[in-house]
């Protein structure tokens, strides 16, 4: 029998130091970078980046961090697992995670390389050009997990990102299989469609195998993972196959489909778009919160909106008020 959860959600992924500069579309195409989409770089590269940003602010994020950053602001008991080094900005990122309520056990690795950050290029316009060192994230050993903390947890939610390093990709392998071996749900999002391109094959199987029980994308993911651009198209086609999927269509809002059922919702008002950086993840800390405690889909859509309508209305991708005040005034 599957005993009551320890937390509601327990996430992997890429434990990172978001670094932010506001930007002009002129330097994006001077440094060749490409606007509004996600670049693994290394370390020369690196530095090149944070040398052309001029004056940063320094917060803490990664992709599933960021969601249970949210998710615990709404009062879910969170946990999170993810490599950091033992350096000052692994602190930095330890520090933050824990303070905002999460569970965080993972042991700093010693040596190269030193934690990962990202480099965010933020245009006039909101949108983020986001240049990621990985650093010591991809090196998250299995050995790392907490398998009894991923049995005790409801959900266990990957971060696509992370499935790039051959290190972490084992790691989660090896956690769905404890996920699944103690009745609990997995929960993916597919990140980017850089990372379907190089790993497509092993998401797919990974669906057909019945391993996804909740899966993320946005339409430019939907359309590479499965190969079809019409939205309801390839909504209904991963339908066949994922208990619950749900797409982001930017200022379109959101649909989803979940066991037979058709929900949609609208984008939530933003009366200036500061940073579209965390977007997504806070959409998904929404529905995911909605989603454990039994709320009606079309909640957690709502719910999911309003989560990333905060974010993007302010610089750094982790919200900066009190988000559960937020939700109980506009949905109750």
């Not at 965010?120 to 990985?134: A, E, K, S």
């Amino acid at each position: 029998m599957t005993t009551e959860p320890r937390y509601d959600v327990i996430a992997i992924g890429n434990a990172i130091v978001d670094v932010l500069a506001h930007s002009t579309d002129a330097v994006i195409e001077d440094l060749g970078l490409t606007r509004g989409g996600m670049t693994l770089v290394d370390t020369a590269r690196a530095a090149e980046l944070f040398e052309a940003m001029g004056p940063t602010a320094q917060v803490s994020g990664g992709s599933a961090a960021n969601t249970l950053a949210g998710m615990a602001a709404l009062g879910a008991r969170c946990a999170f697992i993810g490599q950091v080094a033992d350096d000052p900005l692994g602190e930095v990122f330890a520090h933050d995670i824990r303070a905002a309520g999460i569970a965080f056990a993972t042991e700093p690795r010693a040596g190269d390389p030193p934690t990962g950050r990202c480099m965010i290029f933020v245009t006039p316009d909101g949108q983020r050009t986001m240049n990621t060192f990985l650093g010591s994230s991809q090196f998250l050993p299995a050995a790392a997990l907490d398998v009894d903390d991923i049995a005790a947890s409801a959900v266990l939610y990957l971060e696509g990102y992370l499935w790039d390093p051959e290190e972490p990709r084992a790691a989660m392998r090896r956690a769905i299989e404890a996920a699944r071996g103690a009745g609990r749900k997995v929960a993916f999002t597919l990140s980017d469609p850089f990372v379907i391109s190089r790993h497509g094959d092993d998401f797919r199987e990974l669906i057909a195998r019945g391993q996804i029980d909740i899966l993320f994308a946005n339409e430019a993911e939907l359309a590479a993972l499965t190969g079809i651009e019409d939205c309801e198209e390839g909504l209904a086609k991963l339908a066949q196959d994922v208990p619950v999927v749900i797409v982001t269509r930017g200022e379109h809002g959101a649909v989803a489909i979940a066991g037979g059922e058709r929900a949609q919702a609208p984008a939530e008002p933003v009366e200036r778009v500061v940073d579209t950086t965390g977007a997504g993840d806070l959409f998904a800390a929404g529905f995911l919160f909605g989603h454990v405690r039994g709320r009606p889909l079309a909640e957690c859509l709502r719910t999911g909106a309003i989560c990333a309508s905060e974010v993007i209305s302010h610089f750094g991708a982790r919200p900066e008020i009190d988000l559960a005040a937020l939700i109980a005034e506009r949905v109750g």
